[in-house]
């Protein structure tokens, strides 16, 4: 079984930074994507940035240049999201996903309870 928990969430100002972390507890496939989503208020789930476990990235256009992902393995395995430049707009709950990829064949799915970040003026 695989748990993930995410920690990191907090109120900040406008301009300020702020580093998400998640920590993947069990054995993920080895062949993974580790991703941030968030959902605003009102809004549907959105992906904010993944990493392949062959260090491709992905980011959403609303966060390119702001918002970094990065991944470790040891001690734990863990993926962080480091947000610079932060806005309003980017207040979200922030949800980890962990998931297992065997070509086009997931190779089970996880998800955190998330952590709420909240950006005011």
């Known amino acids: 079984q695989v748990y993930v928990r995410e920690s990191g969430g907090t109120s900040v100002q406008v301009g300020g930074s702020l580093k998400l972390s998640c920590t993947i507890y069990?054995?993920?496939?080895?062949?993974?994507?580790m991703a941030w989503y968030r959902q605003a208020q009102g809004k549907e789930r959105e992906l904010v940035a993944s990493?392949?476990?062959?260090?491709?990235?992905?980011y959403a256009d609303s966060v390119k240049g702001r918002f970094s992902i990065s991944r470790q393995s040891v001690p734990m395995k863990a993926v962080h999201l480091e947000m610079n430049n932060l806005k309003p707009e980017d207040t979200a709950v922030y949800y980890c996903?962990?998931?297992?990829?065997?070509?086009?064949?997931?190779?089970?799915?996880?998800w955190g309870k998330g952590t709420l970040v909240t950006v005011s003026s």
């Open positions: 996903n962990a998931k297992g990829t065997n070509g086009r064949v997931t190779v089970g799915d996880y």
């Open positions: 069990g054995d993920l496939f080895s062949s993974n994507v």
């Open positions: 990493m392949t476990s062959g260090g491709y990235e992905n």
